[in-house]
């Protein structure tokens, strides 16, 4: 189950499966569900996710879908992973993950492919799919060597090794470390701050880190930086930034 929650331009999604926010086929649906309507809703300009409770950001996969060893089910399941994930990857509002405690397999999938990552002093965060025989299937083969390097990708992926919050800050895993119980408000203190900016600023921006990511070429893609760069100042976001900056008040940005 997926709990979600608006307020002022922020969206707040919570996992709810306990004991341990394990994700199922239908759950992943939902997720990349509400991911969709979140995309086509321009008053949402960031979104949070967490983990009910204070013990699991999400455990991943419901292990019970593979054990009647039935390949249609499997194969649904990498599907909904890839799809979910993808979808939270690609998302218009900036997303950021609240780790309020182990986020393992597709739990620590879902944090990956949030633009931004939060833990809690107490989180333990793995990829131990190799040790049930499978792999990481959620994107995190190819986003874990993006944010931490190649070296330790192995290490988390081919000998199973779990690393705590203060590891993951050091690697590049997560970008802040807060005390137990402060993710959450950590990270809409955070997506406060996205609210304040241009709306289109950010999206343009969000687009344009992706491109190296995508492995764009340089040349191309500073080229489209320019070009981006003049269509938001030949844009309405731009003339009411500049204003407000020179009057001393909060800008108005325009919605989407």
Known sequence: MIDLRLDRGVAVLTLDNPPANTFTAADLEALGRTIGELDRNPAVRAAVITGKGDRFFSAGAELKSFASGDAAQVRLMARRFGEAFEALQEARPVTIAAINGYAMGGGLECALACD?????????????????????????????PWLVGEGWAKRMILTNERVDAATALRIGLVEQQVPRGGALAAALEVAGRVVGLSPRAVDSSKRLIHQARAGTPRHAALALERERFLDLFDGEDAREGVGAFLEKRKPVWRQG
């Open 116 to 144: 931004l990552r939060i833990a809690e002093e107490h989180a333990q965060m793995a990829l131990p799919e190799p040790s049930v025989g499978l792999l990481p299937a959620g994107c995190g083969t190819q986003t874990l």
